[in-house]
């Protein structure tokens, strides 16, 4: 438990002060790390309300970072329950 906390206000410091990529580097190292990290979401959400600008080559979205951290939340929450357990993935495809 306090590991997730520790690790979470670093995180909100990297997304104050430290560039958007190491923040990035974070931000999957929890998610793989820790089950439903949510506060990955939430931090770039933060990130996105200080720091983003729509552009154009994403259709103006201003939250495009916290769109991506989600869907990088679930697709790795996937992987992690695959891999656990790989018999369920060859019942299901059989």
């Known amino acids: ?3 997730r906390i520790i690790f979470s206000v670093v995180m909100l410091l ?3 002060f430290l560039p958007f990529w190491i923040s ?3 931000g999957v190292l929890g998610i793989i790390y820790f089950s439903y990290f949510f506060e990955v979401v939430a931090l770039f959400l933060l990130s996105d309300l200080l720091y983003g600008v729509g552009e154009m080559r994403y259709f ?3 939250f495009i970072s ?3 951290s989600f869907l990088i939340l679930i697709v790795i929450k996937f992987l992690k329950k695959k891999l656990k357990n790989p018999s369920e ?3 299901l495809s059989l």
Do not use: D, P
């Open 1 to 3: 438990m306090w590991k």
């Open 66 to 68: 916290s769109i991506i």
């Open 24 to 26: 990035v580097i974070l």
């Open 89 to 91: 993935s060859l019942k």
């Open 14 to 16: 990297s997304v104050l």
């Open 60 to 62: 103006q979205i201003t």
